[in-house]
């Protein structure tokens, strides 16, 4: 277990971000909650199909009694009156061991190791599919994490740019230069940029104890120090779709699932054939008078039921049907994942297309802001074109901030839906 966890950190792709992700994703690993309950189900499933393989072994029994009885049957001995030899000793003991070795169940020894090997191997891919859902949940807090960061950031860009005019325009209006209504217009910008901050201070803040629960520990010291960047990825959705359907642990999952239903049916069906047993047993006890008697005995036993019922019956048609509904969650396993990929194709495509129109918008709104506030200072521009220059560029900002978060979002939400980091070389 511990290997498939060192394999699954050094298996995560190392961009900019690396040392800083693998370090909450590792932690994740080891701290999350929902990764310690899926462990302690594998390996309740590996006690399981241990127990149903140690059938197979005899069951061996040591028994010892102490009797003491008030009265005994007695024998009496013809001629010789008022004699007579009894039956048991009235304080015996009894002592002997019991073997019982199963020759033939039925097949119900074999199909029900088989049918817990198949849950065994289920829960595996349950377990890995834990943790790439985890490692989904810690990406996507991350990026949010910056996200909110980056927009802080923009905030107080906002609100320095918000001070700044409010400083330049209150030196004009004291000069008499412009009107008061613009002296106004300022202050409200300015409490705007205030209010801005404050909002963006909180929602980074509960979007950083988003990311410490998922990562398992609430008490976690983080700031991030990364900023928001991305990688651009050559991708095809065929192939994706293709890697999903051999590599996502989900619908590994649900076959074992059907495999196993597959072990249920034979399993209730051996219910109606004989069972034979060997048994070996050897006793010892001073019940009878003169002497210690033991004895040691050997068994062939033979069971082979009649009619119970109609319980055998019902079982097999029960799980004749897990088996049909196994089928069916299969199916529909199959289609789902096909719609997350596709969700997450169709999200990272268009986040990166609004990248692209964020960065222009950004350098736009740069440089309306600087013709703005030249404008202004020379008295042929008004102090509205500066505000608005200022919130065009801050909600810019705010747009380019979201459109990255959300393409590292969809990356990592593709991933976990094929089931592998991605590369780039997935459409080769």
């Not at 230069?177 to 202050?187: F, G, S, T």
């Not at 060997?278 to 001073?286: E, R």
């Given at each position: 277990m511990r290997k498939?966890?060192v394999l699954?950190?050094?298996?995560?792709p190392?961009?900019?971000l690396?040392?800083?992700?693998?370090?909450?994703?590792?932690?994740?690993?080891?701290?999350?909650?929902?990764?310690?309950k899926?462990r302690?189900?594998?390996?309740?499933?590996?006690?399981l199909?241990k127990?149903?393989?140690s059938d197979?072994?005899?069951?061996?029994?040591?028994?010892y009694?102490?009797t003491k009885?008030?009265e005994?049957?007695e024998?009496p001995?013809?001629?010789?009156?008022?004699l007579?030899i009894?039956f048991?000793?009235?304080?015996y003991?009894q002592?002997g061991?019991?073997l019982?070795?199963?020759?033939?169940?039925?097949?119900?020894?074999?199909?029900?190791v088989?049918?817990?090997n198949e849950?065994k191997?289920?829960?595996?891919?349950?377990?890995?599919?834990?943790?790439?859902?985890?490692?989904?949940?810690?990406?996507?807090?991350?990026?949010?994490?910056?996200?909110?960061?980056?927009?802080v950031e923009?905030?107080?860009?906002?609100?320095?740019?918000a001070?700044k005019?409010f400083?330049?325009?209150?030196?004009?209006?004291?000069?008499?230069i412009v009107p008061?209504?613009?002296l106004?217009?300022?202050?409200?910008k300015?409490r705007?940029?205030?209010?801005?901050?404050t909002?963006?201070?909180a929602?980074?803040?509960v979007?950083?104890?988003?990311?410490k629960?998922d990562?398992?520990?609430?008490?976690?010291?983080?700031?991030p120090?990364?900023?928001l960047?991305?990688?651009?990825?050559?991708?095809?959705?065929?192939?994706?779709?293709?890697?999903?359907?051999?590599?996502?642990?989900?619908?590994?999952?649900?076959k074992l699932?059907?495999?196993?239903s597959?072990?249920?049916?034979?399993?209730?069906?051996?219910?109606f054939?004989p069972?034979t047993?060997?048994?070996?047993?050897?006793?010892?006890?001073?019940?009878y008078?003169?002497?210690v008697?033991s004895?040691?005995?050997?068994?062939?036993?033979l069971?082979?039921?009649i009619?119970?019922?109609?319980?055998?019956?019902f079982e097999?048609?029960?799980?004749?049907e897990?088996?049909?509904k196994s089928?069916d969650?299969?199916k529909?396993?199959r289609?789902n994942?096909?719609?997350q990929?596709v969700?997450?194709?169709t999200?990272l495509?268009?986040?990166?297309?609004?990248?692209k129109?964020?960065?222009?918008?950004v350098?736009?709104?740069k440089e309306?802001?600087?013709d703005?506030?030249?404008?202004y200072?020379e008295?042929?521009?008004?102090?509205?074109?500066?505000?608005?220059a200022?919130a065009?560029?801050?909600?810019?900002?705010k747009?380019?901030?979201?459109?990255?978060?959300?393409?590292?979002t969809?990356l990592s939400?593709?991933?976990?839906?094929?089931?592998?980091?991605l590369?780039?070389?997935?459409n080769?």
């Amino acid at each position: 277990m511990r290997k498939l966890i060192v394999l699954l950190i050094l298996l995560l792709p190392v961009n900019s971000l690396g040392s800083e992700l693998s370090y909450l994703l590792e932690k994740a690993l080891k701290d999350n909650k929902e990764i310690k309950k899926a462990r302690s189900e594998y390996r309740i499933s590996d006690l399981l199909y241990k127990e149903a393989v140690s059938d197979y072994f005899p069951k061996v029994n040591l028994f010892y009694s102490r009797t003491k009885l008030s009265e005994v049957p007695e024998f009496p001995i013809p001629g010789v009156p008022n004699l007579s030899i009894p039956f048991f000793n009235d304080s015996y003991y009894q002592f002997g061991v019991n073997l019982k070795q199963p020759l033939f169940m039925g097949g119900r020894i074999l199909y029900n190791v088989r049918l817990k090997n198949e849950q065994k191997k289920a829960s595996y891919y349950l377990f890995k599919e834990t943790i790439n859902k985890v490692i989904y949940e810690v990406k996507s807090d991350y990026f949010n994490v910056l996200k909110a960061k980056a927009n802080v950031e923009a905030a107080k860009v906002y609100l320095r740019s918000a001070k700044k005019h409010f400083s330049d325009v209150k030196a004009f209006f004291d000069e008499g230069i412009v009107p008061r209504r613009d002296l106004l217009e300022a202050e409200v910008k300015l409490r705007d940029a205030e209010e801005k901050l404050t909002l963006a201070e909180a929602i980074y803040k509960v979007a950083l104890e988003k990311l410490k629960t998922d990562v398992g520990d609430t008490n976690l010291e983080f700031e991030p120090s990364n900023n928001l960047t991305y990688r651009k990825i050559n991708l095809n959705l065929n192939e994706l779709l293709k890697i999903a359907y051999s590599e996502r642990p989900l619908i590994k999952y649900v076959k074992l699932l059907k495999r196993s239903s597959n072990e249920g049916v034979r399993l209730a069906v051996s219910q109606f054939l004989p069972q034979t047993l060997l048994n070996l047993s050897y006793q010892k006890t001073d019940q009878y008078p003169g002497d210690v008697y033991s004895s040691f005995s050997v068994s062939f036993q033979l069971n082979f039921p009649i009619f119970q019922g109609g319980s055998r019956f019902f079982e097999v048609e029960r799980a004749r049907e897990e088996r049909r509904k196994s089928e069916d969650i299969l199916k529909q396993t199959r289609d789902n994942v096909r719609l997350q990929v596709v969700s997450a194709y169709t999200e990272l495509q268009s986040a990166l297309s609004r990248i692209k129109t964020a960065e222009s918008m950004v350098k736009e709104a740069k440089e309306l802001l600087r013709d703005s506030r030249e404008r202004y200072r020379e008295h042929v521009g008004t102090a509205t074109e500066v505000t608005d220059a200022i919130a065009y560029l801050y909600n810019a900002k705010k747009a380019l901030n979201s459109a990255l978060a959300d393409y590292n979002t969809a990356l990592s939400k593709l991933e976990y839906a094929v089931g592998k980091p991605l590369t780039g070389d997935e459409n080769e």
